[in-house]
């Protein structure tokens, strides 16, 4: 639809015209049937575990993920990690519904594949997930790709850039909905110099007061010293 657009469209350079053309003719011709990749690596912050529990909820990918109308698990194996979901996908005036077989290996990766689309001939997507710490990971997304109309071919080839990125934003945001984070206190330290058993007593109550409170350290120490002020 693009490709008619710009081809019809006079305010567009007539640069950019010829070369939709060209390469909406060489795309007739057959010439964009090998498979098309895109890949995207970032590091964010959520756990491996959080992140996989998110991509693996294929049958609420219709509540966060862009282009995506409907999504329903129709099939699970005895095992529940592989299954099958029907997803429905769309935008502007295109839509297009079909089942997607998905495989999970807990925590490290998602992978599924287009079983029945009459857009793609070939249309794959994988999550990898390493873990970094407790509270981080890296994420590998994948997408390869054949799409057998040749117009749609040129329009989908020159915007899967910007839909894979927001395809890893949208899960960033369901993430930070799912599990925020909640920043964890400071500890305590003790004041220099010699101290007291008491003293030591004294902060090791604070520590206590601090993780079960979530005040800071800093707040800590004012109410301490606003106590002994008062003892005066």
């Known amino acids: 639809l693009q490709f008619l657009y710009f081809i019809g469209n006079k305010k567009d350079s007539s640069m950019l015209r010829r070369t939709w053309v060209v390469q909406g003719v060489f795309d007739v011709l057959g010439g964009g049937e090998q498979a098309m990749e895109y890949h995207k690596k970032k590091v964010v912050g959520f756990n491996a575990k959080d992140v996989f529990a998110t991509v693996r909820d294929v049958a609420k990918y219709s509540e966060f993920l862009p282009y995506v109308t409907e999504s329903k698990v129709t099939k699970v194996n005895k095992e529940g990690e592989d299954f099958e979901a029907k997803l ?63 117009i749609l071919r040129v329009a989908i080839s020159n915007s899967i850039s910007e839909a894979g990125d927001l395809q890893v934003q949208a899960l960033e945001a369901r993430c930070a909905s799912l599990f925020p984070r909640v920043p964890s206190p400071q500890p305590v330290s003790a004041p220099p110099g010699p101290v007291d058993a008491e003293v030591v007593a004294l902060f090791a109550a604070a520590r206590r007061l601090a993780s079960r409170s979530g005040m800071t350290a800093t707040e800590i120490q004012a109410s301490y010293e606003l106590s002994k002020t008062k003892d005066l």
């Open 88 to 150: 429905k996908v769309g935008f502007s005036m295109y839509s297009e519904e079909y089942t997607s077989k998905v495989r999970a290996v807990p925590h490290e990766e998602v992978t599924s594949e287009a079983l029945d689309s009459s857009t793609f001939s070939l249309l794959t997507s994988s999550w990898k997930l390493t873990p970094l710490d407790s509270s981080s990971c890296s994420i590998d997304f994948e997408l390869r790709y054949i799409v057998t109309n040749p």
